[in-house]
Nanobody
């Protein structure tokens, strides 16, 4: 069965950096588009970034452009989210997700079939 396991979330001060990782198993990782989403308490889930199967195309939310970078290593079945210049408003639970469809690049959560359990990122001012 498909499993996605995130790691790397922790507490950090504003201006700091974190790298989240998500390891996929139970499927052929390189055939899936991958995405990172986040949800803060009381807010809707937001698509942060998405990446194509070979990593040639990416898409970012305006709120993170220039600060976050999504990447993947298909040999390690892992997708990453490098987060720099973190702000308190980046505080949320971050989820990775896998999709079979090109529509995933639009960061539309309905395009994603499988989800991880989430990892908490807290940014203090």
């Amino acid at each position: 069965q498909v499993q996605l396991v995130e790691s790397g979330g922790t507490s950090v001060q504003a201006g700091g950096s974190l790298r989240l990782s998500c390891v996929g198993s139970g499927y052929t990782f390189s055939t899936r588009y991958m995405g990172w989403f986040r949800q803060a308490p009381g807010k809707r889930r937001e698509g942060v970034a998405a990446i194509s199967t070979r990593g040639l195309s990416t898409n970012y939310a305006d709120s993170v452009k220039g600060r976050f970078t999504i990447s993947r290593d298909n040999a390690k079945n892992t997708v990453y989210l490098q987060m720099n210049s973190l702000k308190p408003e980046d505080t949320a639970t971050y989820y990775c997700a896998a999709s079979r469809t090109f529509g995933a690049l639009a960061r539309d959560e309905t395009s994603f079939d499988n989800w991880g359990q989430g990892t908490q990122v807290t940014v203090s001012s």
